[in-house]
């Protein structure tokens, strides 16, 4: 389904299914399989997950960075 999508959209799957790239835009991957950058329109989003996959930082092109924290849970 990927690779047919990929064809006819002008999106991008890297070997382990990732996506990679879209009409103006590219991302890349961390080594988790988690999106770390988009790049598009001359800008570049970047993203950090932390183990349990929660996005802990944003950095915008045009805005502060953007740290999260998150509660364990407990149970």
Not at 3 to 27: I, N, P, V
Not at 61 to 70: G, L, M
């Amino acid at each position: 389904m990927a690779e047919s999508f990929g064809r006819c959209c002008g999106s991008g799957y890297d070997s382990g299914g990732h996506l990679t790239k879209t009409r103006g835009a590219s991302y890349t991957c961390d080594a988790g399989g988690r999106t770390d950058t988009l790049a598009a329109d001359a800008t570049t989003n970047r993203y950090v997950c932390d183990t349990d996959d929660n996005l802990t930082r944003t950095t915008l092109p045009s805005t502060p960075v953007e740290d999260r924290a998150y509660d364990p849970v407990v149970g």
